[in-house]
């Protein structure tokens, strides 16, 4: 089975502190992506990535960045935390080759920003 | 720009009971994957079903099963023998072809499933 994990279930930071979301993913996948879930919203895509150092912005980049210095890990980082962040924040991964597009998800980081 | 709504919030079905839920999308493009994800309370998000937009034949697998309907754009979800444990949040995903990159998800329908 694909295994995705997220280094914490809760975080709670204060506003302005830098933030780093992990996440890895057993099974060799090539692309990895990071959303944030919010109630009524659905899952909005911040950045995704195809290919180690590579990284592709979503629809919602503003106020994050990302790192992929190895093919199984996936970083987000939050510069400077605000409010407006506090989210679940989910990381998949998929094969990406043909006809294998599904995405595996990570159980989440609910993030609250103080 | 892709577009996919799920126009039902919140639903309800009794248990053993079959429920359907909606899902359309909007896009120009002829070639593309859909998918319907569950994410039950607490709990990590699995994927239910797929289905090409190439294949004429709905998609099924065990209780779950997709009325895939490309002209009008409709892409439901049917659960047969509604159980407890299908209680969750379900979404909708629509991936343009061969790019493997970007899904575009609805807002989630959430299913209560009623003893």
């Known amino acids: 089975d694909v295994k995705v994990t997220q280094s914490s279930r809760y975080l709670v930071k204060r506003t302005g502190e830098k933030v780093f979301l992990e996440c890895v993913q057993d099974m060799d996948h090539e692309n990895m992506f990071w959303y944030r879930q919010d109630p009524g919203l659905g899952l909005r895509l911040i950045y995704f990535?195809?290919?180690?150092?590579?990284?592709e912005k979503g629809d919602i980049p503003e106020g994050y960045s990302v790192s992929r210095e190895k093919k199984e890990r996936f970083s987000l980082i939050l510069e400077s935390a605000s409010t407006n962040q506090t989210s679940m924040y989910l990381c998949a991964s998929s094969p990406g080759t043909v006809h294998r597009y599904e995405q595996y998800f990570g159980p989440g980081t609910r993030l609250t920003v103080t | 720009a892709q577009t996919v709504t799920q126009s039902q919030p919140e639903m309800s079905v009794q248990e053993a009971e079959t429920v359907t839920l909606s899902c359309t999308y909007d896009?120009?493009?002829?070639?593309?994957?859909l998918f319907w994800y569950k994410q039950p309370p607490s709990r990590q998000m699995i994927l239910v079903i797929r289905?090409?937009?190439?294949?004429?034949q709905n998609a099924t697998e065990n209780r779950f099963s997709v009325n895939f309907q490309k002209a009008a754009k409709s892409f439901s979800l049917k659960i047969s023998d509604s159980q407890l444990g299908d209680t969750a949040m379900y979404f909708c995903?629509?991936?343009?072809?061969?790019?493997?990159?970007?899904?575009?998800f609805g807002t989630g329908t959430s299913l209560t499933v009623i003893p």
């Open positions: 289905q090409e937009a190439y294949k004429q």
């Open positions: 995903a629509f991936m343009r072809s061969n790019t493997g990159n970007q899904f575009y």
């Open positions: 990535s195809y290919d180690v150092k590579m990284k």
């Open positions: 896009t120009s493009e002829n070639n593309y994957y």
